[in-house]
């Protein structure tokens, strides 16, 4: 708790609060871009939003590719694009298979037609960020288990959010995209990357072309949180 | 571009961008923490802002134990305090075998210094926030590369950032920890977290003892972002 010689910094506290709050609560994926470009200095807060990033060991294991050229953005588009559509494919047979019902279904729908839109037309945002990580440079801790391995995301996946929550801030759209990595070969080929770094995320970023960003609706701590061990409830009523 | 017709949101955008980068470039990573308890609703507040982060396909596939029950928090501490002295004794090795300068030197025994403060009192924090996760509710595209994989934590980490921001906002210090994943098994015993999940991170929260938090020092968008492709400087000159 603050102490009283505290106050005047918790008063700004406050306000920033609410701010952070704003931007966290409507930064909802936004995948229908429009071509214009976007000004080196709102780019620059971005990718200085992500540097600001925590990494383990504070060794700052990534790199940001900030892709404009028409040609490499549309080698991305044409690599991104097939394995869209086949994630589309598996995600209506998922659906069916789990007896979604018609509201789900329509809602699925709205958001397989926003990634068509993006799948259509990722070489047209004026900017995509694709987050590469060496994972020599990274203490990667569930590494040896058995279980496939999460925690190098610790030291990327931070920035990226961070870049996102500034795009919101600037008034662009964006959306965090995994895909290419079933290609991740090809993507490395084109846009020089070394064999030993990792393509983490691919993050399309432009001003949208409705209204962006927007309330969104997701599960909550009621959901989310457990209180001590796993499976029970938050708050403890 | 914002259009003449959104003028109004841009000026609430930019007083928002402005808290938004006052808080996450004085998000240092905060060691030594109060025993002091938090208050339900600013906890409340900390695990909305990582349920507002986004997910693979939305299917939000993490969740968040609250640990504040002092045995399981010693339990945890006892779990980390090893795993935290057998990094410190390789990451002096590395540093020797690296010919880092003194002044490197010193600023790596300050942040272990405050690591061991930590390892000491883990279990008097107030809050420990294990963050879980189950792969099985995620489609993890980098699971099958000749490489570790990373894009797990795409969804987890994200939530991650968003509840650090909070804790930054609520004037809580936080720091994100993995080492506990070494002994991963253990962890889930005693929290009775299911076999088919992951511990993801580990983040002790608190109020600060000393100043908490403060500007940082990482290398900035000169470094870490490239134009197009690997390795060429960004911005273009």
């Given at each position: 708790m603050p102490t009283t010689d505290d106050h005047g910094d918790r008063?700004?506290?406050?306000?920033?609060?609410?701010?952070?709050?704003?931007?966290?609560?409507?930064?909802?994926?936004?995948?229908?871009?429009?071509?214009?470009?976007?000004?080196?200095d709102v780019l620059a807060r971005v990718l200085q939003a992500a540097c600001w990033a925590p990494t383990g060991g504070n060794t700052q294991p990534w790199r940001v590719l900030v892709v404009t050229d028409p040609e490499l953005k549309?080698?991305?588009?044409?690599?991104?694009?097939?394995?869209?559509?086949?994630?589309?494919?598996?995600?209506?047979?998922?659906?069916?298979a789990a007896g979604l019902d018609a509201a789900a279904r329509?809602?699925?729908?709205?958001?397989?037609?926003?990634?068509?839109?993006?799948?259509a037309h990722m070489g047209e945002a004026p900017v995509l960020l694709l987050f590469v990580a060496d994972p020599a440079r990274m203490a990667i801790?569930?590494?040896?288990?058995?279980?496939v391995s999460m925690v190098g995301g610790a030291s990327v996946?931070?920035?990226?959010q961070n870049a996102m929550l500034a795009c919101r801030a600037e008034g662009l759209g964006c959306t965090l995209t995994t895909l290419h990595c079933?290609?991740?070969?090809?993507?490395?080929?084109?846009?020089?990357?070394?064999d030993s770094w990792a393509t983490?995320?691919?993050?399309?970023?432009?001003?949208?072309?409705?209204?962006?960003?927007?309330?969104?609706?997701?599960?909550?701590?009621?959901?989310?949180?457990?209180?001590?061990?796993f499976g029970r409830s938050w708050p403890v009523s």
């Open positions: 008063d700004i506290d406050v306000e920033e609060g609410h701010a952070l709050y704003e931007l966290m609560s409507t930064l909802r994926a936004v995948r229908r871009l429009r071509p214009d470009p976007i000004p080196d549309e080698g991305v588009a044409e690599i991104y694009r097939p394995e869209w559509e086949r994630y589309v494919d598996f995600a209506r047979k998922r659906s069916v329509a809602a699925q729908e709205r958001t397989i037609a926003a990634g068509d839109h993006l799948a801790t569930d590494a040896k288990l058995d279980r996946d931070t920035a990226v079933h290609r991740e070969d090809e993507v490395k080929a084109l846009l020089d990357i070394p983490v995320a691919l993050v399309p970023i432009g001003y949208p072309k409705g209204r962006g960003h927007g309330p969104i609706t997701r599960q909550g701590p009621e959901t989310m949180a457990y209180s001590d061990r």
